[in-house]
């Protein structure tokens, strides 16, 4: 049950982001923000944990500011045509929309943890 809570969250951060960030655009709630939940959920549970590893010297350099720029060009990509409806028009917009999305998460992730 959880899983379905965070993979809310997450497609109601995507809307957030799409409503606060000029340059995001989402078509609608269901199904383009939750189909965009899901591969975001997907890319940080398989994919990000390779490149993480991949770039720790880089990250290491940059004291972990990297992972943001990392975050972002992931998000980047999913809006680059990969769903129809969904579209990021700048890397820039991707950046700061991935930095809310980490945020609202991380809140909605600690609200979950209090059961």
């Known amino acids: 049950m959880k899983i379905i809570f965070h993979w809310l ?13 000029p340059g995001i655009v989402v078509a609608s709630f269901w199904p383009v923000a939750v189909i965009v939940a899901a591969i ?7 994919i990000k944990p390779i490149v993480k590893i991949l770039t720790l010297p880089i990250n290491i350099l940059t004291l972990g500011l990297f992972s943001l720029v990392i975050n ?3 998000f980047w990509f999913i809006g680059q045509g990969m769903v129809k409806g969904f579209v990021i028009h700048t890397f820039m917009a991707a950046f700061w929309g991935a930095i809310l999305i980490s945020v609202i998460n991380w809140f909605g992730g600690r609200f979950l943890k209090e059961d």
Request: net charge neutral.
């Open 40 to 46: 975001l959920g997907f890319i940080n549970t398989v």
């Open 9 to 21: 969250i997450l497609a109601l951060a995507v809307l957030a982001a799409a409503y606060f960030i």
């Open 72 to 74: 972002g060009l992931f």
